[in-house]
């Protein structure tokens, strides 16, 4: 059995959606078993089926280390102190 | 409800019965599926099936009486066919009966498609589109499910015990003649069940399945029109565990 990662769509303009994960034997099985799975009440119509073993992981530790660089996560809130202080000073 | 001629009545009333007692034998399996995919995919099937007995039995039986109707008959009343009605106990014969009966499904919904028959041809319509996933969903099954040694021995023994009653999805109903010179229906069950069987066999040998020649040749022999009238021997039981909840308090309205 190979598991399938499912994404559906649902009609305008939202995105493709994670919708759960189902195992089948192959491909074509998968397409008829996800229909009951997850779309049976018109939950979306679009669907996407992506193998597992064809998805890329990254690596956790590759991102954790944005988390120790504050200074790329500038929300304007030390510029905006710093204008406030500039125009307290010039008044 | 819409005026129907009494061989209209008997014709829906047939194929109603049996898409009941399919799709209650399906339902069996609710829980009990070889994987969840498969149990929900099953069952699923089981409620298409219910569902198109429903809008059947909805063209000949006064609203608020159709579950009485349906489950609490005499079973002599019934009018289902011995392929509908057989208890599949095993995982193995419940998928060769979907197989067999689905695909006869299809032809029997194609055939009504041109009905003169006020809203059964867009019932037909409707209900072609579930049986294009049925049928392809029974035979992807069969089709993988073959390539391993044990489980094609499986499938083979349930085909041993499941192709003696299968022309009965065939047996015409009662005034058949009638309802295809009426135009509820276009083509007689014969002619479909030539299609069928050609159809059948065509699948078992591309699938390499052993069964007996003889069964095979069979497929398209019907039984006659009164063996709609016999239940099987097993009927009582089933028909008691359909009853049973609405037998608990019949004047309930649900």
């Known amino acids: ?91 | 409800m819409i005026e129907l001629s009494e061989a209209a009545k008997a014709y829906l009333l047939a194929f109603a019965d049996d898409e009941h007692m399919i799709g209650s034998r399906h339902a069996n399996w609710i829980g009990l599926g070889p994987f969840l995919e498969e149990d929900l995919a099953f069952c699923s099937i089981a409620q298409d099936e219910l569902g198109h007995a429903l809008a059947l039995y909805d063209m000949f039986v006064p609203t608020g009486e159709i579950d009485r109707f349906a489950l609490l008959r005499e079973p002599a009343d019934y009018r289902s066919c011995a392929l509908a009605e057989l208890e599949c106990p095993t995982w193995d014969l419940a998928l060769v009966r979907h197989w067999l009966y689905d695909s006869a499904e299809a032809l029997r919904w194609s055939a009504l498609v041109g009905s003169e028959v006020d809203d059964l041809g867009a019932l037909a319509t409707q209900a072609l589109r579930d049986e294009a996933f049925h049928a392809q969903h029974a035979e992807m099954f069969v089709e993988r499910v073959v390539g391993d040694r044990a489980a094609r021995s499986r499938i083979e023994r349930a085909l041993a015990e499941v192709l003696p009653v299968a022309s009965s999805v065939w047996t015409p109903p009662d005034g058949e003649e009638t309802a295809v010179a009426e135009g509820v229906v276009t083509r007689s069950s014969a002619s479909l069940a030539m299609v069928w069987a050609d159809q059948i066999r065509t699948q078992l040998d591309g699938l390499g399945l052993a069964v007996d020649p003889q069964l095979a040749q069979g497929l398209d022999e019907l039984p006659p029109a009164s063996t709609r009238h016999h239940r099987i021997n097993q009927f009582d039981r089933f028909h008691t565990s359909l009853g049973e909840v609405i037998s608990l308090d019949p004047s309930a309205i649900w």
Not at chain 1, 36 to 57: F, K, N, P
Not at chain 1, 70 to 90: C, F, I, T, W, Y
């Open chain 1, 1 to 91: 059995m190979r598991t399938y990662e499912v994404f559906l769509k649902r009609p305008g303009k939202d995105e493709f959606r994670h919708a759960g994960s189902l195992q089948a034997v192959d491909s074509e099985m998968a397409k008829i078993l996800a229909r009951d799975s997850y779309c049976r009440r018109g939950e979306g119509d679009q669907m996407w089926l992506v193998d597992r073993t064809h998805i890329v992981e990254v690596d956790p530790d590759l991102l954790a280390t944005t988390v120790d660089l504050p200074h790329r996560n500038n929300d304007g809130s030390a510029v905006a102190a710093r204008r406030k202080r500039l125009r307290e000073q010039a008044s």
